[in-house]
């Protein structure tokens, strides 16, 4: 059809030619907001919370393998090791909280 | 520039690197500018909303998820912040009775680019909607979907909307054809 192709023949408006020197100079900053654990510290403190938990199941199952499995639990929830859970847990909550809090203060600065 | 090319320059935008939207700006602004114009229909007014469109898209960068086109997704903050432009000033979008007042005139004989500009004021003197549906389709090689997207109408509108502007051009552009 004619009128498609006269259509497609016209060229695009043109805005001033330093439109975009304009907008660059308009743009607000964007704030970056590092974490307060770094990506690397975090993975070490992750290895080392597996590394204990490993270490924890390694030296409890020998002594406990003539039980059951449900008795096996009992006694690591009462064991001293036990302890540890919350430590671990606390740990992570931190580590999520810090990073959550970095993506919301990047998404709305 | 290829559309990994372009997620390259928004991931370097999100990191921090102002810098890299100086390419989006300058592959955008035309088309982004062709847009507002279509709707303000003023010059000055349209380089200041499309201005503010750059800058709200800069801002809103990381709510850019990539599952449309990065265009269509710029075009659609472009024809938003008009029509709220449009909303504060109260400018209602010409209507067909006004259009049709101003489709008295024929065109003489015209060279190419006089010819160009004159299609594109034709596209200007049609109602906002009927003229970005027509800019996007015809010079932007948009599909009826992606044009739904970016002004919010349904497809069948989209598709009743660019009949009703090819009507409207072929009796203003009969001259031409």
Redesign the interface.
Known sequence: MKLDKLLKTVEQDQPSADFTRKVMNALPQRKKTQPLISKKTGWTIAAGIAACIGLLLITNTPSTTHQSWMSQIFALLHSDYFLVIPIVLAVSLILCLDYSLQILRNRFS | MTINNEQIYINR?R??D??A??FI??KY???A??IA?KMIRDPAA??DA??ES??KA??AI?TYKGNAKFSTWLYTIVYRTCLSILKQKKTLPLDDEEYNNRMDDQPPALEASE??KY??RA?SELPATEAIV?TLY??NGNSVREISKITGLSMPNVKIQLYRA?KK??HK?AG??
């Open positions: 935008i990191d921090g102002s810098s939207f100086s700006v300058d602004k035309n088309m500018y062709t114009l349209a380089e499309t201005q750059f800058i800069y801002e990381d010819q160009s299609i594109s596209i027509i015809y010079m090819r051009l072929e552009l031409l054809l």
